[in-house]
């Protein structure tokens, strides 16, 4: 049983079938890739994943149990986190601020309480020097550079101990030496136990980092494997470069 | 600096509690009392509006509401002029909370735009209820509240600006409770990206409507102390549209999401407005410079002041600014040590 | 039945009028996105423009349009670019309180120059009607309707037949995207603005035919132009159009079956419960979960 599991799932908009019958595992304590052409479903299928979307058809699982169209909230609470494609911080609110949005005490009386908690003030810090922008705690996150920003978001998308988070896009619009960062952080992560399942269009980025990538084409899986299987696959190289 | 923060606040309190002696005249202690009733009722809208973002303009269904819940409260339980009515503001608060949680209810189920109109129609929906249900509410004859006619002319101000005031204290208090707790950055990050928000666990339906009820809670009593104050009410009066103008202006003008600003804007409009009703009577002219006072506002000072005095503040004290892009994180050090945080929830 | 053909044909009548100063307040939202709060005193300003031609000079009503709507027009050039364009954060809200405060100002010189009393405007039309079979139809209804529906009309084919409308709707669904290919969307929305404003000056005699008026009753204007709205989906020109029809329609026929008091309370009581069960309005487009 994988940890986190896609079967079947369809996804219309009006006319457009943005997923096909599309069947995706994720293994436990992977890192695996998720690529495709353009508008072949990736993110459509972690909206789908996350409740941001709702499904035509098919079912969603996590561990075992069926989570298909659960709010977001819930699908937080489950343990599933992701990042989005174009970084969504809070920007009126200060860096440390935006790290305790992410529900971490449950509960009425948590509610009320302050809005963080010195333990909890602790593990922000731990997480913003982590990623390295410790320094910038105290600036609205609007002023931050759009690296900084891709930075935050990973930082805040793991206080709450996620077992499984969808990165889109995480090496899109970042300079060379950072995108060799952020492969590093994911790594020793995962170490950790973190599961990983990646959107991204950087081949090199990927290959470097996932032991097993999934290929989606016109909303369909057309091919998984390792990346060195995936790359060759003629299916794979028709999607791309083909018709 | 931290002693100012619990110095200054203090003291304005005690400049509150002071003004009545220090400025007996009736006419003068009546405009306070309007303006700490526009205090308290801006205060409890930015709880709402200011923190969740989503622009209510129909809050004066609830000011209305706790009008005639104390009116009717008071005639039909034939409670004298005099203390007791204050007790009753509560209640009045109540009722105005019990009607905005289904109407915050349907109402939130919009966004942006659709919202404010909802909240508007609401209001109207409200108002014209208080015409037609004549059993109930007079129609447009309006209902009378209970005179305390023990009071001498000199003193009569005096409980309702106390009374007053706590309502203030009150809603101010809840609100910096509100602004400090989980609950609170919850809003705010409702305020800023709702669906990210609900993406990272914070149950934003509920957040908001609750957000909602209690600043209707706020508005209920307001209402209710309002009519006790003048003595009497109908519904075009009650239930006033330039009520939820007014005191989105006063929000505005302050600084809205702020915790002073509503005040701010409160202490400098409501007075404003008494005097030009007073002075230029003709309503003709009333409206107009009303109207145009607006305007500059909303042009000037499109942020409010106390955010406009802030970043003006900042960028004096921090030389350079802290408000441009620092370059500090990356690349300095391309291989950086990775520190590794540590694993496990946090344990309150 | 008789009663209530005779409510469905004056709501039929009305809801056009409406649709006149409703199709303005929804072109406007959809291109510049802001919510025209002060479109109902605009439409009493133009009620008065006509009334003033009409006393002070003896121009009939409809003719005057030929100088009210360019008027107007020119005054929404200027409304627009004096106040809604200096607004560059928060500008769908902003939008309100300087719209509403647009209307204060109005509202306040209006009770100023024809005082507070309720007037209405006159014409030989007015007051006499004629009949088909068993109804009176009254002609400043029909008179009205056919107005609607020239500029109504008039505003379709400027939209879809005209390279001004094209750059319109390209603003209307993305803005951005038609700076993009070189649409000039500032231009597009001060005369947008100027459009609907002289849309209000059409309703706005219209309205003052058919009823009675003062500087105060764009209130009522207002609220019920921003329940048809929303009912039709912001934006939505069509929506706009039907949904003016429909609710005045349920208006006149609640107001003969039932009472004339809670027909009023009927509008936004659908409203209420259309939007509980249909948050994005009958054609408006579900604000989707943004990526």
């Not at chain 1, 940890?3 to 069947?23: N, Q």
């Not at chain 2, 209902?143 to 001498?152: C, D, G, K, N």
Request: net charge positive; aromatic share 12%; proline share 4%.
């Amino acid at each position: 049983m994988s940890l986190l599991e896609v079967e079947g799932i369809s996804k219309a908009f009006g006319g457009i079938r943005a997923l096909d019958a599309c069947s995706v595992s994720v293994e436990e304590g992977s890192i695996s890739g998720l690529i495709g052409p353009n508008g072949s479903g990736k993110t459509t299928l972690f909206n789908v994943i996350t409740g941001y979307e709702s499904v035509d058809g098919g079912e969603v699982r996590f561990e075992g149990r069926s989570i298909t169209n659960a709010r977001p909230d819930r699908v937080f609470e489950y343990g599933i986190a992701r990042t989005f494609q174009l970084t969504r911080v809070f920007p009126r609110l200060t860096v440390l601020e935006n790290m305790h949005v992410a529900a971490q005490r449950q509960g009425l009386k948590a509610l009320l309480g302050r809005w963080s908690t010195s333990a909890e003030h602790r593990r922000a810090l731990e997480l913003l020097e982590f990623v390295g922008i410790a320094a910038l705690r105290d600036y609205p996150a609007a002023n931050l550079s759009y690296g900084q920003k891709k930075l935050l978001e990973f930082a805040f998308t793991l206080i709450a101990d996620p077992s499984v988070v969808l990165l889109d896009e995480p090496a899109g619009g970042v300079n060379p030496t950072m995108i060799n960062q952020i492969a590093d952080r994911i790594r020793a992560l995962n170490k950790k136990g973190i599961t990983f399942l990646i959107v991204e269009h950087n081949m090199e980025f990927v290959m470097g980092l996932c032991a097993s990538v999934t290929v989606l084409h016109h909303g369909r899986k057309i091919a998984d494997g390792s990346p060195a299987n995936v790359r060759n696959d003629p299916a794979v190289l028709e999607a791309y470069l083909g018709a | 600096m931290k002693i100012l923060r619990i110095a200054g606040p203090l003291a304005f309190l005690a400049v509150l509690v002071a003004f009545p002696q220090i400025f007996p005249s009736p006419a003068i202690t009546t405009v306070a009392v309007f303006t700490l009733l526009f205090a308290t009722a801006a205060t409890a809208w930015n709880i709402f509006s200011g923190y969740t973002g989503y622009i209510a303009l129909g809050h004066a269904a609830f000011f209305g509401i706790g009008s005639y819940a104390l009116a009717l409260m008071c005639k039909d339980w034939k409670v004298p002029g005099g203390y007791l009515p204050f007790l009753l503001l509560p209640v009045a608060g109540l009722v105005a909370a019990a009607f905005s949680l289904p109407l915050g209810w349907i109402a939130l189920r919009t966004r942006r735009h659709a919202f404010v109109v909802i909240t508007i129609a609401i209001f109207f929906v409200m108002q014209l209820m208080a015409f037609n249900l004549h059993g109930l509410t007079n129609g447009s004859a309006g209902m009378e509240l209970p005179i305390p006619i023990h009071w001498s002319g000199k003193f009569f101000n005096l409980p309702f600006y106390y009374v007053a005031l706590f309502l203030l204290v009150l809603a101010l208090a809840a609100s910096w409770w509100i602004r400090n707790s989980k609950y609170g950055l919850g809003l705010l990050a409702i305020r800023d990206d709702e669906d990210r928000a609900l993406g990272l666990g914070v149950k934003t339906g509920p957040a908001k409507l609750s957000a909602f009820v209690l600043s209707a809670f706020f508005f209920g009593m307001v209402g209710a102390l309002h009519a006790y104050f003048v003595e009497s009410i109908y519904p075009a009066f009650a239930f006033d549209p330039l009520i939820d103008v007014a005191v989105a202006l006063m929000a505005f003008l302050g600084g809205l999401g702020t915790l002073a600003g509503p005040i701010l804007g409160a202490l400098i409009l409501e007075p404003t407005q008494q005097y030009f009703t007073v002075r230029f009577s003709q309503n003709g002219y009333y409206l107009i410079v009303y109207g145009l006072l607006f305007l500059v506002i909303i042009l000037v000072l499109p942020e409010g002041i106390l955010p406009t005095l802030r970043k003006v503040w900042l960028k004096r004290w921090s030389g350079r600014g802290r408000s441009g892009p620092v370059e500090s994180a990356e690349g300095a050090h391309p291989k950086m040590a990775i520190k590794m945080p540590q694993k496990g929830r946090v344990e309150p | 039945m008789q009663l209530v053909l005779d409510g469905i044909i004056t709501g039929l009548m009305a809801g056009s009028i409406y649709a006149l100063m409703a199709s303005g307040l929804t072109l406007i939202f959809g291109v510049m996105d802001i919510i025209n709060v002060g479109q109902g005193a605009l439409v009493i300003l133009g009620a008065y423009l006509s009334y003033l031609l009409q006393q002070k000079f003896h121009i009939d009503l409809f003719l005057g349009l030929l100088i009210t709507m360019p008027l107007m027009f020119l005054f929404g050039l200027l409304l627009e670019w004096a106040f809604i364009r200096p607004l560059k954060r928060d500008r769908t809200t902003l939008s309100i309180l300087v719209t509403f405060a647009i209307a204060l100002v109005i509202e306040g010189v209006l009770g100023l120059l024809f005082t507070t009393n309720m007037v209405k405007l006159q014409a030989w039309y007015i007051n006499a009607s004629f009949r088909i079979g068993s109804f009176y139809i009254a002609y400043v209804h029909i008179f009205g309707f056919i107005l609607s529906v020239i500029l109504l009309g008039g505003l379709y084919l400027l939209l879809y037949r005209t390279k001004f409308g094209y750059s319109l709707r390209a603003s209307m669904q993305n803005r951005v995207a038609a700076e993009l290919i070189g649409i000039d969307v500032e231009r597009v929305s001060a005369i947008t603005f100027g459009i609907g404003v002289a849309l209000a000056a059409a309703g706005g005699m219209a309205y003052g035919a058919t009823s009675s008026f003062n500087p105060a009753s764009h209130y009522d204007l207002i609220s019920r132009l921003l329940v048809i709205i929303i009912l039709a989906g912001m934006g939505s020109l069509r929506g706009a159009l039907i949904a003016s029809l429909g609710m005045l329609v349920v208006e006149d026929v609640t107001s003969v079956l039932w009472s004339p008091v809670w027909a009023s309370t009927v509008f936004f009581i659908i409203l209420i419960i259309i939007l509980v069960v249909r948050p994005q309005g009958l054609f408006g487009q579900r604000l989707v979960r943004r990526q």
